[in-house]
C-alpha cells in the first residue's frame, strides 16, 4: 500500500467499526440514496446500508494503491506521492463523514443530508485545489484533456490554473448549502459544470498558444 497513507487505512477500518457499532440499533430498512430536495428516496436493508459505504471504501484504497502500477507514466508519480496520498486521504475522509452522516439519519437524528452533500464535496474541492499544482503528468491522475495530455507545458499550466479554478469551487459549493430545496442542488450543479468547462476550453487554448510559440 506504498501509495496510500496510513490514515487512509485507519479511515477505511474506522468505517466497518461506525457500521459493527451501529447496527444493532439501525432499523430494518435504512435510507442511502436522497433527492435533490434532500429527501430520502432510495432504501435497502440495514445490512447493506451498514456495510456498502465500508466496501466501497476498501475497493477505493485497493484501486488507488494499484493505480499508479498500470500508467505509462508511473514514474512520474514518485515526483508528487506525498500530494497523491493526501488526496488519497481527503476521498476517505469525505467518504468515512458521509458514511457517518447516513448512519446518523438512520439512527433518527435531524441532520439535513442535502446541506452536508455541498460541505463535503465543497471541502475535497478544497484540498484538491491546494494539492493539484503538484500534479506531475500522468494518465489517470488531475485533468485528463487530449491536449493536456499531450502536452507537459499545457498540462503544469492547466493544473496550476486548476488549483485556483477548484479551490473558487469549493467556496462556491460550500456556500450552497445555506439555499433550500432544489435549486441548492441547481446552482451546485452549475457550479461544477461551469468551473470544469472552463479548465476544459483552458487547456485547448493553452495548446494553441504553445502551437503558436513553436511556428
Known sequence: MVNVSR??????????????????????????????????????????GAFLPPLLMTGLLIFMSALP???????????????????NAALSCFFLALHAVTLAYNLGFS???????????????LVIGNYMPKIKHNYFIGIRTPWTLASETVWHKTHRLGGKV?????????????????????LFLVIIVVGNLYLIVRSFLYEQQEQRNRS
Open 7 to 48: 490514515l487512509t487505512i485507519v479511515l477505511t477500518v474506522l468505517a466497518y467499526f461506525l457500521s459493527l457499532a451501529a447496527l444493532p440499533y439501525l432499523p430494518d430498512q435504512v435510507a442511502i440514496h436522497w433527492n435533490a430536495a434532500g429527501e430520502a428516496d432510495g432504501f435497502s436493508n440495514k445490512w447493506v
Open 111 to 125: 441532520i439535513d443530508v442535502g446541506a452536508v452533500m455541498p460541505l463535503g464535496i465543497g471541502g475535497l474541492f
Open 69 to 87: 502500477k498500470f500508467d505509462p507514466k508511473k514514474a512520474n508519480y514518485s515526483r508528487f506521492q506525498k500530494s497523491y496520498r493526501i488526496v
Open 166 to 186: 477548484f479551490t473558487a469551487m469549493g467556496i462556491l459549493s460550500m456556500l450552497t448549502a445555506f439555499w433550500r430545496g432544489e435549486m441548492r442542488a441547481v
